[in-house]
């Protein structure tokens, strides 16, 4: 029987199985993590998380005014990276807002147009890592505040963010730069 068994294992094709587990070998570290401001590591695990994107960005932020996030966000997108940014409209015209740059640059960009707030401050990279927390992504989050940031990869965690991230794609409107 054992003889049997392993004939049997021999004549199966596990290359479809090789071909997914090196997917997840090549796939970028990400480790799930906290980190506070003020100071420099909320900042640095947002780098991290936008360098190590392979194939996508979804970004829900209510403004980006800081020139190192917004680099960031450009340089994946001239590597290719598929990004979609939400935003609110409140902050959009503010002085140092980076949002017209980052969507006259080509990043599909929409923004929520209601009296509400979309305040939110997530991303999720490659449908697969989610980074949250209270920091907005602004200079005065690093510097001052008192702030927090939450990277996982728990595919529960990512489902409900890409599930929240899909419903407010669909209800807000086109930003025209």
């Given amino acids: 029987m054992r003889l049997v068994c392993i004939l ?3 004549t199966l094709n596990f290359s479809p199985v090789k071909s997914v587990l090196s997917l997840f070998k090549s796939a970028p570290k990400v480790k799930n993590a906290t980190y506070f401001s003020p100071g420099e590591d909320c900042l640095k695990a947002i780098l991290a998380f936008i360098g190590s994107a392979t194939t996508s960005l979804k970004i ?12 960031a966000i450009l340089a994946a997108h001239r590597k290719g990276i598929d990004i979609q940014l939400l ?8 002085k140092g807002s980076d949002i017209r740059q980052l969507s006259q640059a080509g990043i599909s960009t929409k923004i929520d147009n209601t ?8 991303a999720i990279m490659d449908h697969a890592h989610v980074l949250t927390g209270s920091y ?12 927090n940031i939450l ?12 599930k929240e991230f899909n419903r407010l794609w669909k209800e807000m409107d086109p930003f025209r730069s």
Wanted: glycine share 0%; with cysteine; hydrophobic share 35%.
């Fill in 151 to 162: 990277v996982t990869s728990d595919a529960h965690v990512v489902a409900d963010y890409s």
């Fill in 8 to 10: 049997r294992l021999r």
């Fill in 136 to 147: 907005n992504w602004t200079r005065s989050a690093a510097l001052y505040n008192h702030e």
């Fill in 60 to 71: 829900c932020v209510f403004t980006i005014s800081d020139d190192r996030i917004t680099n």
């Fill in 115 to 122: 009296p509400n707030h979309m305040h939110h401050k997530f």
């Fill in 87 to 94: 935003t609110d409209n409140e902050k959009l015209f503010d």
